[in-house]
């Protein structure tokens, strides 16, 4: 029994220090990435950055390619999982929208190398590279949408045979989102994108209010 408990701490200690080094890894190349762009970063670049040798990171990742995909799905993980807990404490619907607006803004001014890395580099990609990562964020699209859906489902009562369906609503909310972000991107913009989120939310709110009105009209 006791040989028992030592292995599974031997085993526990062993994961902490694997996951914290994946992470340590990952921070290095999102600076490194950003810097040298995806075509000129070695792992031997990302090693260095990390204070690692070269060989320690094949252990983790496979190349600079992997290291790239497991990149943008943390940054995507993290965005969700965040705006999955600010959500769960808030109760009016209203106040549920301005954060699904508000949060992805504040993640890219907080992320800015992981929005330059992901629309500079991805066309460098090759096509199976490019279909493997377009794939895993837009999963957390997805996600993202599905909630947003959730929410407005119980906040404004829509019917799932309603003339104006949520879900597409939700779809245009995550589309100005990410085009707001596209263009602060493009224009290299200083100016926080978290200024505009009380007219976004003001825009579709209203919106929202009055086609449900007419769904109701149309029963």
């Known amino acids: 029994m006791t040989i028992k ?29 950003s810097r040298r762009g995806f075509e000129k970063t070695t792992m031997a670049d990302v090693a260095q950055a990390a204070e690692m040798a070269t060989g320690t990171l094949y252990l983790y990742f496979s190349g600079k390619e992997e290291l790239f ?8 993980n993290r965005l969700i999982q965040d705006l999955r807990a600010v959500v769960k404490e808030e109760k009016a619907w209203d106040k549920r929208l301005r954060l699904f607006i508000q949060k ?3 993640f890219f001014e907080e992320n800015r190398d992981f929005y ?3 629309l500079r580099e991805l066309p460098f990609c090759n096509a199976g590279e490019r279909r493997q990562s377009m794939q895993r964020c837009f999963q957390g699209h997805l996600e993202y949408v599905d909630m947003l859906e959730e929410c407005l489902k119980k906040g404004l009562g829509f019917r799932s045979s309603a003339k104006y369906p949520i879900r ?16 602060s991107m493009l224009e290299e913009s200083s100016r926080p994108l978290t200024e505009k989120v009380d007219f976004m939310v003001e825009v579709f709110k209203q919106g929202l209010i009055k086609a449900v009105k007419k769904n109701k009209i149309t029963k």
Do not use: C, W
Not at 69 to 76: D, F, N, P, V
Not at 168 to 183: N, Q
């Open 104 to 106: 992805p803004f504040e």
């Open 69 to 76: 995909y497991a990149l943008m799905e943390k940054g995507m």
């Open 5 to 33: 408990i030592a292995q599974a701490g031997t085993a526990s200690r062993k994961s902490r220090r694997h996951q914290k080094n994946r992470l340590l890894i990952l921070e290095a190349a999102k600076g490194v990435f």
């Open 168 to 183: 597409e609503a939700a779809l245009m909310i995550r589309g100005a989102v990410d085009f707001m972000i596209l263009e």
């Open 116 to 118: 330059k890395i992901y």
